[in-house]
């Protein structure tokens, strides 16, 4: 079993917390784990951009844990228009 850093400890308990946090609100937990997923492919060596999503994970994580949060909103890059 390997040992993780205490950035990656973090991040797992984040991930956990994420997943609690949704459980109770449909269609959260798939966009949850697809979110991270994606993010796993981040090199390990990138440690700068691992701690600023993790920052950005934790304010988002508060606004989840709002009771009034009922869907969760995203930013996508508008299509060219060609």
Do not use: C, W
């Not at 390990?44 to 920052?55: A, C, K, P």
């Amino acid at each position: 079993m390997s040992r993780h850093s205490k950035l990656q400890k973090q991040v797992l308990a984040l991930y956990r917390q994420f997943l609690r946090a949704g459980k109770d609100k449909p269609g959260f937990v798939p966009r949850i784990r697809d979110e991270f997923r994606e993010n796993s492919r981040i090199k390990r060596t990138d440690m700068m951009h691992i701690e600023y999503l993790y920052r950005r994970g934790q304010r988002q994580l508060e606004q989840l844990r709002d009771i009034n949060t009922k869907q969760l909103g995203s930013f996508a890059k508008p299509k060219d228009p060609s």
